[in-house]
């Protein structure tokens, strides 16, 4: 099952703007972990927010938690060509780091 | 950072015969690695989670007769897709991590059910 959504579903913008997507997630959380896949490969790990943060950078990234709207968002500026793929959040964490993850943004940023 | 190795990257197989997919932890030990499936354009499903040395832990609506996990040692996790069909057909991606941190996952593999 999903823990939630994210949105848009699928951005399309041109290099050198600003992609931000949106994730949505319906319990608790330890933490909210943002992963990049791109195409027919596996995820790779971008920034993890805590739940009692409420903003995080990390180079080009910025993430936003507000845990009370159970919402969170990545930024990604100065957008580039390589940066097309797609982008899910993930609820879970903990010592396992059990894994629920939303549906996906694809974003495609045109050169 | 940690690597997580999964094998084969592709893998063709016939309708009724079983396949067996790798994941290895290269340089960490693992006592817990999860096993996701992936369809096209959508979302990561989880389907289990592999324990070492225990049974592993289904997710609903999972057929663990169909998706054999088996976790021998810190470092390997396997699944095994029994009897497969073409509707088993999928993105099949492992991942492991170090305790309260990210998760590293494997490159995925990508069966194909003929």
């Known amino acids: 099952s999903q823990q939630g959504e994210e949105d848009p579903q699928a951005l399309s913008i041109q290099e050198g703007e600003n992609a931000t997507m949106n994730c949505s997630y319906k319990?608790?959380?330890?933490?909210l972990q943002w992963y990049r896949q791109n195409s027919g490969r596996g995820l790779v790990h971008l920034i993890l927010i805590r739940s009692n943060e409420r903003e995080k950078h990390s180079g080009r990234l910025r993430v936003t938690l507000d845990t009370s709207k159970k919402s969170s968002s990545l930024l990604i500026t100065a957008s580039r060509a390589a940066d097309t793929a797609s982008y899910f959040c993930?609820?879970?964490?903990?010592?396992?780091?059990?894994?629920?993850f939303g549906t996906g943004t694809l974003l495609a940023v045109q050169p | 950072g940690a690597v997580v190795s999964q094998h084969p990257s592709r893998v063709i197989c016939k309708s009724g015969t079983s396949v067996k997919i790798e994941c290895r932890s290269l340089?960490?030990?693992?006592?817990?690695m999860f096993w996701y499936r992936q369809f096209p354009k959508q979302s990561l499903m989880l389907m289990a989670t592999?324990?070492?040395?225990?049974?592993?832990?289904?997710e609903q609506g999972v057929e663990k007769d169909k998706f054999l996990i088996n976790h021998a040692s810190l470092t390997l996790s396997t699944l095994t897709v029994t009897s497969a069909h073409p509707e088993d057909s999928s993105f099949y991606i492992c991942?492991?991590?170090?305790?309260?941190?990210?998760?590293?996952f494997g490159q995925g593999t990508r069966l194909t059910v003929v």
């Open positions: 991942s492991a991590s170090l305790q309260y941190t990210e998760a590293f």
């Open positions: 993930a609820t879970g964490g903990g010592a396992t780091n059990k894994l629920i």
């Open positions: 340089d960490f030990q693992a006592t817990t």
């Open positions: 319990t608790s959380i330890n933490n």
């Open positions: 592999s324990n070492e040395g225990s049974k592993a832990t289904y």
